[in-house]
């Protein structure tokens, strides 16, 4: 069944995308909800119509998004967690600690445009922010345990330092 989305949903299209969804997905769900529409033959010519005028909207949309990518740019994040001995975190590092992470560098992005695996263990990860179907960000994540230094490639007497400024800034 040809849908012709009506909103960005994340892992199917985005907005004003013509995509093909099982028919029980269509009818069930995207009509009901007004997440889509039918992609007959007059919504297809009224869509191409559509975006022929905001053409010039659309493009100030894609530039806005790339500002937004660009304060993201240099952005690496560093979560503790509470972690095991076997270095398993106790719960999970997930969206939701990422995006507060990025409210205390002072960067506000919604939840809902970020995707990542939900982190389990200490490491390295990456946090991909989707701004714009054509503006994707990845934000590297390094997650650490709380009462071990931060991964840093400077001495260890130095780290606990770094992290006592980071803690009265906050």
């Known amino acids: 069944m040809e849908i012709i989305l009506k909103e960005d949903i994340l892992g199917l299209g985005y907005k004003n995308d013509i995509v093909n969804v099982k028919s029980g997905y ?3 769900y995207l009509i009901p909800t007004g997440k889509g529409i039918i992609a007959s033959e007059s919504a297809k010519k009224v869509l191409a119509e559509n975006l022929r005028q905001q053409a010039h909207k659309l493009a100030a949309l894609k ?3 790339e500002k937004k990518a660009e304060a993201l740019k240099d952005v690496s994040l560093e979560i503790s967690a509470k972690v095991s001995a076997k270095g398993v975190t106790y719960g999970s590092v997930n969206v939701s600690s990422v995006v507060d992470a990025l409210k205390a560098k002072g960067i506000d992005v919604d939840r809902k445009i970020i995707t990542m695996k939900d982190i389990k263990t200490v490491g390295e990860y990456v946090a991909t922010v989707h701004f714009h179907k054509e ?3 990845e934000i590297p994540v390094t997650v650490f345990a709380e009462n071990a230094s931060k991964p840093a490639a ?3 007497k130095e780290a606990p330092k770094a992290e006592v400024v980071e803690e009265s800034a906050e």
């Open 26 to 28: 269509g009818r069930n």
């Open 63 to 65: 530039l806005e998004a």
């Open 135 to 137: 503006v994707v960000v």
């Open 154 to 156: 400077a001495p260890a």
